[in-house]
C-alpha cells in the first residue's frame, strides 16, 4: 500500500523569506502523481502544484516549486517569497498514474504552516 | 469553475441519531469521494464512487455508508452517530477525463454529543 509522510505537523517562516515543506512517499509503481494541496482557515481545500512521476524537471507555479527525487522518494514544496496568505495547512498527496483509472489519493498528515510579519 | 458544495458547514447531532450528509458538484464529474479530516490523521478516505449506484469502501469505513442515486450528487449516511464520529467530513469530485485534480467542497463540521 502506498503511505505518505509529512514529518513537520508545524512549521513557521517570516513573511517575504522562503520555507520548505517535507514530503516522503512509498510506492512500488514507477507511474504516479504527487500534489501539494493548501487548506487555508477558510477550509476550501485547493491545489497548489503537482508533479508527474515520468516528468525529471521540477514543477514550478509562480512562487511554489518542487524539489522531486524519485529515488529518494521524496517530494518537498518550497515556498519564495513568504505572503500572509500563504498560512494554510499544506497536504501532501500521490495517486497512481491514470492507466490505473480512477483512482483515489492518499493523503499525509499535513504540515500546519505560520507567516510571521 | 467547478463548485462542489455540502449541506451544512456545522452540525450538531446527539449520539444515536441517524445523520445525512451531502454533496452536490456541477461539473458532471463522474468520481466522488468522502474523506474525514482529524488532526494528526490528515485525510482519510471513507467512500468513494466512480459512477451513479457505485461505490467502495475506502480506509475508515465503518459505521458509514453513501448513496448515489444521481451523479452530480454523493450522500454520505451515519446510520447510528457515535461520540468518535465527531469530525470534519470533506467531500470531493474530479473528472475521469482530467485527472489531475480534486475539487473539495467546504466541509462539514459534525459534533455528536
Known amino acids: 500500500a502506498q503511505t505518505v509522510t509529512q514529518s513537520q505537523p508545524e512549521m513557521s517562516v517570516q513573511e517575504a523569506e522562503t520555507v520548505t515543506l517535507s514530503c516522503t512517499y512509498d510506492t512500488s509503481e514507477s507511474d504516479y502523481y504527487l500534489f501539494w494541496y493548501k487548506q487555508p482557515p477558510s477550509r476550501q481545500m485547493i491545489l497548489v502544484i503537482r508533479?508527474?512521476?515520468?516528468?525529471?524537471q521540477n514543477a514550478t507555479e509562480n512562487r511554489f516549486s518542487v524539489n522531486f527525487q524519485k529515488a529518494a522518494k521524496s517530494f518537498s514544496l518550497k515556498i519564495s517569497d513568504s505572503q500572509l496568505g500563504d498560512a494554510a495547512m499544506y497536504f501532501c498527496a500521490y495517486r497512481r498514474g491514470l492507466n490505473f483509472g480512477n483512482e483515489k489519493l492518499t493523503f499525509g498528515t499535513g504540515t500546519r504552516l505560520t507567516i510571521i510579519p | 469553475d467547478v463548485k462542489v458544495t455540502q449541506s451544512s458547514r456545522y452540525l450538531v447531532k446527539r449520539t444515536g441519531e441517524k445523520v445525512f450528509l451531502e454533496c452536490v458538484q456541477d461539473m458532471d464529474h463522474e468520481n466522488m469521494f468522502w474523506y474525514r479530516q482529524d488532526p494528526g490523521l490528515g485525510l482519510r478516505l471513507i467512500y468513494f464512487?466512480?459512477?451513479?449506484?457505485?461505490?467502495e469502501k475506502g480506509d475508515i469505513p465503518e459505521g458509514y455508508s453513501v448513496s448515489r442515486e444521481k451523479k452530480e450528487r454523493f450522500s454520505l449516511i451515519l446510520e447510528s452517530a457515535s461520540t468518535n464520529q465527531t469530525s470534519m467530513y470533506l467531500c470531493?469530485?474530479?473528472?475521469?477525463?482530467?485527472?489531475?485534480?480534486?475539487?473539495f467542497g467546504p466541509g462539514t463540521r459534525l459534533t455528536v454529543t
Open positions: 470531493a469530485s474530479y473528472s475521469g477525463t482530467f485527472a489531475y485534480e480534486q475539487y
Open positions: 464512487s466512480y459512477d451513479v449506484k457505485m461505490k
Open positions: 508533479q508527474e512521476a515520468y516528468k525529471q
